[in-house]
């Protein structure tokens, strides 16, 4: 997966920032990484339930308002993801590193939550080093926000 530029999620002290917000199978994942990449992560588990349609995909698509084509280039191919090998090679494409937190957030949102928890999936699968887990940590941590409000909507 490609670096994300360092957040505010990253080690201060014994414990971390923000919590990672993992579903059941995400946990698996992430008990299976070194003990060392795990050290002082606290784990919650992610209660949020969306069941994401194409009408959905839609209107968050109307939504986006990034102003480089590349970011809508980015978003038409996750939409069009429907196996693992595709996502990860769609994942592998992707320098989030290049993208401002504001621009991260805007895919994020439009590409909705089940992209955002396969990237959790792959990052967890594929983590190395301590800015890995940072990564996803971030991303957990947009998806429980997004699920939090669209629960509070209903």
């Known amino acids: 997966m ?9 080690k201060a002290t014994s414990t971390m920032a923000h919590p990672l917000y993992l579903t059941a199978d995400e946990r698996k994942l992430f008990t299976a990484l070194s003990a060392k990449l795990r050290e002082g992560w606290e784990v919650k588990e992610e209660k949020g339930k969306y069941e994401d349609s194409p009408e959905r995909q839609e209107i ?6 990034l102003n480089k084509a ?3 280039k980015i978003v038409d191919k996750a939409n069009t993801v429907r ?3 595709e ?3 769609f994942v592998m494409d992707v320098d989030f590193s290049s993208m401002t937190q504001d621009e991260l957030i805007d895919v994020l949102f439009t590409v909705g939550p089940d992209i955002v928890s396969l990237l959790i999936s ?12 940072e990564l996803i940590a971030a991303f957990t941590n947009f998806r429980h926000l997004v699920l939090a409000s669209y629960s509070a909507s209903r």
């Open 83 to 85: 196996s693992q090998e």
């Open 70 to 72: 590349k970011y809508k």
């Open 60 to 65: 968050r698509y109307e939504l986006l308002k």
């Open 87 to 89: 996502f990860h090679s």
């Open 122 to 133: 792959h990052g967890i699968a594929t983590a190395k080093e301590d800015s890995d887990v």
């Open 2 to 10: 490609a670096k994300a530029k360092s957040h505010p999620t990253a």
